[in-house]
């Protein structure tokens, strides 16, 4: 019979040692969680070390990702290939044992958690999507989607606004399948939290729609492992389970006290935590017996092969289905998405439609999420603004009674399908939809996408930047992208907004200048696998562009337009690169010049990311040396810099509240100041 005391033990010694050893990390949080580790881990949690990835596993977050050493112990015991000389280099370079832990890096880490609050928003991604995938594919006596998310979090976690965001998220969507474990310590960095967090957590809770249980003592496995059968046992709600403990439970001079937190315990407490808890083994030893209680790879194999069985079953009846199934999980897009993505850019070509690029965004994502039943989009609240529900996309909506999610009937391609909501409305709460993205990403079978306003993903940069760390396909549609929205003001109008999170590594960021570029830029963006996009776009209408060709406007910048196409034959003699709404006015000042004998090349730049990915002699052909650069953005010019420009036009303070055409006059985005600049700057050379 299993030794819980000893098994929690071993957590709590690996976290002292790991912690120790490296002179650095928290060992108070997994000594005090480890036997709510035990309760879960032990007895609850399915899943199979062998195959991290297994389709139906349950899924795990740490949200207090500080504590990680608790994940890596859990790791290690139950099986996965977590070896002990991996705990052994604990925050060391290219261990697969971070200081936080890392999706990607360690196996059977399901997400990237540290910055607090992020975790168990992640965690309701993971819940949504279970709940939204098995109302898609099960079928009566067949069920293939059915798994918990379970997550671990504290009062960090709780402190941090974002948390209000997922909790009352999933109340709303009755996530039954959602358990959370508070690890109530009352402690954080700072000391006892009472002073500065007086809330009733539990009352909270229910207000959100949640079950709550507890409190119930968090050094009782048992009475853990009861809490959480009674949670599983639930229909409706999420639930909330509320678990007292000890923070560096087991050491007698810093449990209960701040200094358990984020320091090691020191070689002398960690022999008399040794000595109080019976532990009598070095340092990273392991009794067989413990390893052995704690082994998951039988049990988490047989449980694959039970549900491997019983998707064969399910395939048999539904092939079609399950070869739907299986191609989502992988990420996969479908055979025919490179035709469709093809007919899109040459149909908007043919079109030459002139509409903001928030339109022609929405223009695409029809063609899209008629074909892709992965597509999941939403919006924080500005559906009508960022334009990204489609007739494909019917709105999320829960039965008020049951809790299930409704579906209607829409078309897709030319037959006409039942469907749940595929669409979100996320209400006001920009950082909550894109932690919420991620966890959907993360989860599988999704390609999640959420709109809002530009200015606003400052409100959500973390979890963007979240998911760049973690390279998953996340979109970002930003409408209202520049002081082209008018009225609304320098509190709406984005100036650092693109230059900042063209800073984020990994994140593509799209602005692109009319239909055809945002058809492409949705294109690219669907078939990176490994990192975001970031889509901006106008408020404004703008005019389609002609284009000598199509086939470079995916490679980031391209040659839009020649001298000769402005009725010059003569080679440039300066080039002009701008984005989005920015690039009719470099054409228009293009042919101002022209009419002066003054050739100009335009360069169409609507993904600066993507286009410093080129190789070098791409960038010399779009980009020749010799020829000064001006920049033309309606943004902040020290971006634009680092491509060598001559003068860049663009703004370096607010905005201002006015009709649009009036501040394009008052900050000088007009074809005259453009051609003015590239004189300048032609008598300056």
Request: one cysteine or more; hydrophobic letters at 40%.
């Amino acid at each position: 019979m299993a030794n819980s005391q000893q098994m929690a033990n071993a957590i709590r010694a690996l976290a002292m040692d790991a912690v120790q050893q490296a002179n650095s990390g928290h060992p108070g949080a997994p000594m005090g969680m480890a036997d709510m580790a035990v309760a879960l881990w032990g007895r609850h949690l399915r899943h199979n070390p062998a195959n991290p990835q297994w389709a139906d596993r349950d899924r795990f977050v740490l949200s207090n990702g500080h504590a990680s050493m608790l994940l890596y112990a859990l790791l290690h015991l139950t099986g996965y290939d977590l070896p002990i000389e991996e705990l052994k280099n604990f925050r060391k370079l290219h261990s697969k044992t971070a200081g936080h832990p890392e999706h990607g890096i360690t196996p059977g880490v399901e997400t990237t958690t540290g910055p607090l609050g992020q975790g168990i928003t992640n965690a309701v991604g993971f819940a949504l999507a279970e709940k939204l995938l098995a109302k898609e594919f099960n079928r009566d006596g067949h069920t293939v989607v059915d798994h918990h998310t379970y997550v671990f979090l504290g009062d960090g976690c709780l402190m941090e606004g974002i948390s209000q965001e997922a909790l009352s998220l999933a109340g709303a969507w009755r996530l039954n399948k959602l358990i959370a474990l508070y690890d109530d310590n009352g402690i954080s960095i700072d000391g006892q939290v009472a002073p500065w967090f007086i809330d009733d957590t539990p009352a909270r809770l229910r207000a959100c729609g949640w079950n709550v249980i507890g409190p119930v003592d968090g050094h009782d496995a048992d009475a853990v492992a009861d809490a959480v059968a009674l949670a599983k046992a639930s229909t409706d709600k999420p639930t909330f389970i509320v678990c007292k403990t000890a923070i560096g439970q087991g050491s007698p001079n810093r449990a209960n006290t701040s200094k358990a937190h984020g320091e090691p315990l020191g070689a002398d407490e960690i022999t008399l935590t040794r000595n109080a808890i019976g532990w009598n083994h070095a340092p990273f030893e392991i009794p067989a017996e413990v390893y052995a209680d704690w082994d998951g790879k039988r049990a988490g194999t047989q449980l694959e092969a039970d549900w491997q069985q019983r998707f064969d079953a399910y395939a048999a009846a539904h092939p079609e289905l399950a070869a739907e199934f299986t191609r989502r999980m992988a990420g996969d897009l479908p055979a025919h998405f490179a035709q469709v993505a093809v007919d899109l850019v040459v149909n908007s070509q043919a079109a030459a439609q002139t509409v903001a690029s928030r339109k022609a965004s929405q223009m695409a994502l029809e063609a899209f999420t008629a074909q892709l039943p992965e597509l999941l989009g939403g919006s924080a609240d500005l559906t009508g603004s960022n334009l990204t529900n489609t007739k494909s996309t019917p709105a999320l909506r829960m039965d008020p009674e049951t809790g299930e999610v409704l579906q209607v009937e829409v078309a897709v391609g030319d037959r006409t399908v039942c469907v749940g909501g595929r669409h979100i409305n996320y209400g006001v709460r920009e950082f909550g939809m894109a932690a919420v993205m991620n966890g959907l990403a993360l989860h599988g079978g999704f390609i999640p996408y959420g709109g809002t306003f530009l200015t606003f993903s400052d409100y959500s940069r973390n979890a963007i930047r979240m998911a760049a760390l973690m390279k998953q396909r996340v979109v970002h549609v930003f409408t209202h992208d520049s002081i082209g929205l008018g009225e609304d003001g320098p509190t709406h109008q984005s100036i650092e907004h693109a230059a900042s999170l063209r800073l984020i590594p990994r994140l593509d960021v799209w602005r692109p200048a009319d239909t055809v570029e945002t058809a492409v830029a949705w294109s690219v963006a669907l078939s990176n696998r490994d990192r975001p996009t970031a889509l901006l776009l106008s408020r404004q209408n703008l005019p389609h562009l002609a284009k000598r060709d199509l086939g470079d406007i995916s490679r980031g910048a391209y040659i839009l337009s020649e001298p000769e196409n402005a009725g010059l034959k003569k080679k440039p003699q300066a080039v002009i690169i701008a984005t989005g709404s920015e690039v009719h006015l470099a054409i228009k000042a293009q042919k101002l010049l022209a009419a002066q004998r003054i050739a100009v090349r335009v360069v169409s730049m609507p993904s600066t990311t993507t286009f410093d990915r080129e190789d070098a002699r791409y960038k010399r052909l779009v980009l020749p040396d010799g020829l000064p650069r001006i920049a033309v953005e309606m943004g902040v010019t020290d971006f634009w810099w680092k491509y060598g420009c001559a003068a860049v036009v663009g703004i370096d303070t607010f905005g201002e509240s006015a009709p649009a055409p009036v501040l394009f006059q008052h900050f000088g985005f007009t074809p005259e100041n453009v051609a003015d600049t590239v004189r300048a700057a032609l008598r300056r050379r």
